[in-house]
């Protein structure tokens, strides 16, 4: 279920059961609407009826947080969703799951502060471009050895990231300078407009209230100054991507929880294209998104059952971390 495909062809039960169990734990609200959502035929037509990856139980989820809705599963909530559905169809269809988690920095800091500095940080599926800024938040980083770790251009005031470690990592957030940041998305979002920045809290599953503040800081940090956001298929696009890197700097390409949405051959031909590219290349995707990468990590077999994404440099996988960058175990 972790390719994004699969939205658009598997039943709304099986779908909502799913999305039950991923919820579960750590949003109780989300997964006990979801297990009656998928137990009560009456409102499968019209989510069945959505197109394609629109069926994403997510952005429903997300459109009915937007709306204000009740998050209570029974009555009241199916008379809303009769009541209100051409207002939630419309968000459906007008917005995607662009969920632009700045947590990840945690687990991005590391591998780009091992490059020589300063980076140029281009990447694609930017959202809001809040995962543009692993220079600008500070790191608390806990396990064998605890750090609390603020990059030299990061405001005394900024986000604190947490992140439980395991292993060493690849470099020292401490040293990592960034002088140029750009990114690509076929719907690029306004960190600093109200209504975007509403649709970003709405992703946020109801119960996590740590992480809605640690988002609601990354869009005040990221609104004061917007990144520089292009317009576009990271398919045709990339070129434009990459000329926006600054001479004298060591470009980067990231992309995380973006490469999911594409078709497999696409996937690889963006991949081929950025090694062709010259650039160095961090991945951060789910164990079986980048066709190179699936099944290299030792105990691979082990891990199947505990959710979990790849953190790869240039095509090296160099850990494990948790989708939203709550932990890491560096190889």
Same mark, same amino acid.
């Given at each position: 279920?972790?390719?994004?495909?699969?939205?658009?062809?598997?039943?709304?039960?099986?779908?909502?059961?799913?999305?039950?169990?991923?919820?579960?734990?750590?949003?109780?609200?989300?997964?006990?609407?979801?297990?009656?959502?998928?137990?009560?035929?009456?409102?499968?037509?019209?989510?069945?009826?959505?197109?394609?990856?629109?069926?994403?139980?997510?952005?429903?989820?997300?459109?009915?947080?937007?709306?204000?809705?009740?998050?209570?599963?029974?009555?009241?909530?199916?008379?809303?969703?009769?009541?209100?559905?051409?207002?939630?169809?419309?968000?459906?269809?007008?917005?995607?799951?662009?969920?632009?988690?700045?947590?990840?920095?945690?687990?991005?800091?590391? %591998?780009?502060?091992?490059? !020589?500095?300063?980076?140029?940080? =281009?990447? &694609?599926? /930017?959202? +809001? #471009? *809040?995962?543009?800024? @692993?220079?600008?938040?500070?790191?608390?980083?806990?396990?064998?050895?605890?750090?609390?770790?603020?990059?030299?251009?990061?405001?005394?005031?900024?986000?604190?990231?947490?992140?439980? %470690?395991?292993?060493?990592? !690849?470099?020292?957030?401490?040293? =990592?300078? &960034?002088? /140029?940041? +750009? #990114? *690509?998305?076929?719907? @690029?979002?306004?960190?600093?407009?109200?209504?975007?920045?509403?649709?970003?809290?709405?992703?946020?599953?109801?119960?996590?209230?740590?992480?809605?503040?640690?988002?609601?800081?990354?869009?005040?940090?990221?609104?004061?100054?917007?990144?520089?956001? =292009?317009?576009?298929?990271?398919?045709?696009? *990339?070129?434009?991507?990459?000329?926006?890197?600054?001479?004298?700097?060591?470009?980067?390409?990231?992309?995380?929880?973006?490469?999911?949405?594409?078709?497999?051959?696409?996937?690889?031909?963006?991949?081929?294209?950025?090694?062709?590219?010259?650039?160095?290349?961090?991945?951060?995707?789910?164990?079986?998104?980048?066709?190179?990468?699936?099944?290299?990590?030792?105990?691979?077999?082990?891990?199947?059952?505990?959710?979990?994404?790849?953190?790869?440099?240039?095509?090296?996988?160099?850990?494990?971390?948790?989708?939203?960058?709550?932990?890491?175990?560096?190889?």
């Amino acid at each position: 279920m972790r390719d994004e495909h699969a939205f658009s062809t598997r039943p709304i039960t099986e779908l909502y059961t799913w999305f039950a169990g991923e919820t579960e734990p750590t949003s109780a609200t989300w997964a006990a609407l979801c297990r009656w959502i998928a137990e009560t035929p009456a409102v499968h037509a019209r989510l069945d009826a959505l197109p394609g990856r629109k069926r994403q139980p997510n952005i429903f989820l997300a459109a009915v947080r937007y709306l204000g809705g009740p998050t209570e599963p029974g009555p009241r909530f199916l008379a809303w969703f009769d009541e209100h559905w051409p207002e939630i169809e419309r968000v459906i269809l007008a917005r995607s799951t662009q969920t632009n988690e700045p947590g990840r920095c945690a687990v991005f800091a590391p %591998v780009l502060a091992s490059l !020589p500095q300063p980076i140029s940080l =281009l990447e &694609v599926g /930017a959202s +809001a #471009g *809040l995962t543009l800024y @692993p220079d600008r938040y500070r790191y608390r980083y806990a396990g064998a050895v605890e750090a609390e770790i603020t990059p030299p251009t990061a405001p005394a005031d900024a986000p604190l990231l947490r992140c439980r %470690v395991t292993g060493t990592p !690849p470099g020292d957030p401490t040293y =990592l300078v &960034v002088s /140029a940041r +750009a #990114g *690509l998305d076929v719907a @690029p979002l306004d960190p600093s407009d109200p209504d975007d920045a509403r649709w970003l809290r709405s992703l946020v599953w109801p119960g996590d209230d740590e992480r809605e503040a640690r988002l609601a800081e990354a869009l005040a940090l990221v609104g004061a100054k917007p990144p520089h956001l =292009l317009r576009g298929d990271l398919t045709d696009k *990339l070129d434009a991507l990459l000329a926006l890197a600054a001479p004298g700097t060591t470009p980067v390409v990231v992309n995380s929880a973006t490469l999911a949405y594409l078709e497999r051959p696409e996937r690889d031909a963006f991949v081929a294209r950025v090694r062709d590219a010259g650039v160095h290349w961090l991945s951060f995707e789910g164990p079986s998104v980048v066709t190179s990468l699936r099944g290299v990590l030792p105990d691979a077999d082990a891990w199947r059952s505990r959710p979990h994404f790849v953190v790869a440099l240039d095509g090296t996988p160099l850990g494990r971390a948790h989708a939203h960058g709550r932990w890491v175990e560096w190889e």
